[in-house]
């Protein structure tokens, strides 16, 4: 039997130590001595995207998988190959073991179309991307009039997977429209988003289906040179790229004459410097011509001028991700997947207080719970769930009565926040909305490209409000204005980042204005998280002694003997909240600084 | 092509900007970061109009709107009016010193704020047009810097620039007079950088700094000019009244 050990070795793997599980690994089956019945052979792949349980290790066939392995388990592992499984590893739901990802709760409802190879393919290996219909798509399209390819995109109703969700065909259509060469298709790897990782995934796991999805692009519209933008901090991304570029061009499948056919397509490869503003259509194609990374008014699209002011698609990598798909199995197969509107799947990493974590890609149109609940599995603690953030910074928050909300582009928009790149995360009732505000208007304000009056200055007056209002210092009449300035901002900022960069402040104050109206009118924070308002006293009632929250305390405000009730010294107390995370019994009672108990 | 604005109908070429066709009809746009020498810019948000077509209405920013289709523009709708005295609101806090921001309050009535924060005094709006224009002349020495929130203009490192030649471009195009120019006895004080300047020798007066005058000589691959501009214009002039007997 020839066995295939599948080392998940993405970045957070490897942060988890997943290297050294694969030399361990591989220690062990030399040591352990060439069994002519059982062949094994190592292999590094992509991100499984379960990364808090990793490293992960799949055994092929048959898909075994083990969780948070160690290099002491590959003695084990090894050993036990083709025979029982290593029951210590498997993951455990709800106490049961599982064996393969199928059966996980957390990959079963999964439908991976992007993600199709990440996991099962070295990413380093053309051979590996081959094996699983690798350029077949191109090889198709090549032979496909420039018309029939674009309208197979069109057909299969795929939208820019970067946010905005324009349909990736007609903007195709648009720039084969124009015939002022050279022509420029371009990938934007420039993921900023705080908490996602979607397109990391795609360029370190599967780098030949975003190169493979830029050929096919470049032969619709006519193009022989393409870039991908990549921020410098995505360190194995950029390495695989750039591998991956090689090793196609050595294969024939880019450079100058593709399969042959005289057609041609250079690739390089750009580094972002870290603005997130570069992820801005315009602002993303300054940083490549060299300039600075500001937008500029698009009122003239980039499809029309774009790159050096000529011609250029701009495809997020997700998207592009998609395409060889649609070409293989034809638009109308693709479009069968999501809803009408909002066809295909979408990859969303789900981050917060949920009990899995991760990157999962699902169907369009399946509802917020079915990920939270279903897939997520529900909130750490089983505490209470208050709202999703969707869409990044300036996304909107989502609160628990619309659960049943399908994910789509345009649900979520017309609820005030957006399907974004497909950042998600989810927050419990011990999460302040105000403060949640505030944190994102602090982000933008940072990370505005500072141009325009009202991103720049309007993010600079929300934030000194936002700041007031968590500090204390709220004052009557400060919702009004935060509202007032939103609307300006919405309306006459330059660009895309200033055009939502409200988006949080809004949802939260029209989801959540009571939290508003405790920090301005009563000085609290409902949740107990604004430490300049917010004290915390234990509930002698209820404390156990069992000393858990002494130990949290990181500046030893908490005195007590094991087995008694203890006692938070408050001049000593930082409000950092760590003593109520660590208590089981819900002694801890979050007061207003000063000694005013809550209403709760 | 013709277009309306404010309900006049007026003439415009494809591809024209709503702020020229505006101020070629008569029709006031305020604005601040815009140049004729140096257009495009499109950041102080001051000129925003309602542009209609097809039914539809957006807020676009009139210097850099470009006319491509019959349509309809109100430069004074209840929108424009509101959104553009939050602009000038946040201008104004921005820069309190300036009194050309404070006038365009007065005039379109724009509130005051007291709830926002206001800066010490300042006249600069970080339009960066002072940037554009040291760009354009190829000297380089001032740029914007930071982003976001941080913004500002300055010098590398905020030291005075081994490449500004002391023209002064930068203080004449700022909207709010925010470039401090200190014009000595000798010698030009701008970005923290003393350059001397040449006297014109025929009234006296200085002629620019020695710096760009060189830098315009080299360009020009002539001498040292030694007048002023206002001799040298008074000088041809002298010599073509000369030519032509007047």
Known sequence: ?600 | MLIKIDGKECGCKHGEFILEVAKRNGIEIPNLCHHEGLPGQGCCRVCIVEVEINGWRNIVTACVYPLERECEVFTNSPRVIKQRAMVLALLHSLAPGSSEVSELCEKYNVPSYRRFVKKNDTKCILCGLCAKACESLGTGAISTVNRGTGKAVTTPYGEPSYECVGCASCAKVCPTGAIMVEEGAGSRKIWGKKIPLLKCKKCGEPAGTYMELRRAAEKLGEGMPELCEACRKKEIAEKLASIYGY
């Open chain 1, 1 to 600: 039997m020839n066995y295939t050990i599948l080392v998940c070795c993405g970045t957070g793997c490897i942060a988890s130590g997943s290297l050294s599980v694969v030399e361990a690994l591989q220690n062990e089956i030399n040591s352990q001595g060439a069994n002519a019945e059982v062949l094994k052979q190592i292999k590094k792949t992509g991100c499984n995207g379960f990364c808090e349980n990793g490293p992960i290790v799949k055994i092929m066939p048959g898909g075994i998988s083990y969780y948070k392995v160690k290099p002491k388990d590959a003695k084990a592992i090894i050993a036990q190959l083709g025979d029982e499984p290593v029951e210590a590893l498997l993951y455990r739901d709800k106490g049961k073991a599982v064996l393969t990802q199928k059966e996980n709760p957390f990959y079963a409802p999964q439908v991976k179309v992007a993600l199709r190879n990440i996991g099962e393919i070295d990413p380093c290996s053309l051979d590996d991307y081959l094996a699983r219909g690798g350029y077949d798509a191109l090889k198709k399209a090549i032979n496909m009039p420039p018309n029939d390819i674009i309208a197979e995109v069109e057909a299969s109703g795929l939208r820019g997977r970067g946010g905005a969700g324009f349909p990736t065909g007609r903007k195709w259509r648009t720039a084969a429209g124009y015939d002022n060469y050279p022509k420029y298709v371009v990938c934007n790897g420039d993921e900023g988003d705080p908490g996602a990782f979607m397109d990391r995934s795609i360029l370190e796991g599967d780098p030949h289906t975003v190169l493979e999805g830029m050929a096919i692009c470049a032969l619709a519209i006519g193009a022989n040179e393409g870039y991908l933008y990549i921020r410098d901090e995505y360190g194995l991304a950029l390495k695989h790229v750039e591998k991956a570029i090689c090793d196609a061009e050595a294969a024939g499948f880019l450079g100058s004459n593709i399969f042959g056919s005289g057609k041609g397509l250079n690739l390089s490869v750009v580094r972002g410097g870290g603005a997130f503003v570069c992820g801005e259509s315009t602002a993303l194609m300054a940083s490549i011509e060299g300039r600075v990374g500001e937008p500029r008014a698009k009122y003239i699209r980039s499809v029309q001028r774009g790159l050096w002011n000529m011609p250029t698609v701009l495809n997020n990598v997700e998207t592009l991700a998609n395409i060889p798909v649609i070409i293989n199995n034809g638009g109308k197969n693709f479009a069968s997947l999501g809803t009408e509107k909002s066809a295909g799947t979408k990859v969303f990493a789900l981050v917060g207080k949920v009990k899995r974590t991760g990157l999962v890609e699902v169907p369009m149109g399946c509802s917020l719970r079915h990920l939270i609940y279903d897939i997520g599995g529900g909130i750490i603690g089983g505490r209470p769930f208050k709202a999703v953030q969707t869409g990044g910074p300036s996304g909107g928050c989502i609160p628990a009565d619309m659960l049943n909300l399908p994910v789509d582009f345009d649900t979520l928009t017309s609820y005030g926040a957006m399907m974004g790149s497909g950042g998600m995360i989810i927050m419990d009732d011990r999460s302040c909305m105000v403060e949640v505000a505030r944190y994102y208007v602090n982000f933008l304000a940072g990370e505005s490209c500072g141009k325009c009056t009202p991103c720049r200055e309007g993010l600079r007056q929300m934030l000194a409000i936002l700041t007031d209002i968590c500090e204390g210092r709220g004052k009557e009449g400060d919702v009004e204005l935060l509202e007032e300035i939103s609307e300006t901002v919405l309306d006459s900022s330059l660009c895309a980042l200033g055009k939502s960069a409200p988006n949080p402040v809004i949802t939260t104050i029209k989801y959540f204005r009571g939290e508003y109206d405790a920090h301005i009118k009563e000085k609290k924070c409902p949740a107990g998280v604004c430490t300049a308002i917010t004290g915390f006293e234990i509930d002698a009632a209820k404390c156990t002694g069992c000393t858990l929250c002494k130990k949290s305390c990181p500046v030893s405000a908490i005195s007590g003997t094991a087995k008694s009730a203890h006692e938070i010294n408050k001049n000593i107390c930082i409000s950092c909240g760590a003593c109520r995370e660590a208590c089981r019994f819900e002694a801890i009672k979050t007061v207003q600084k000063g000694g005013l108990a809550n209403a709760d």
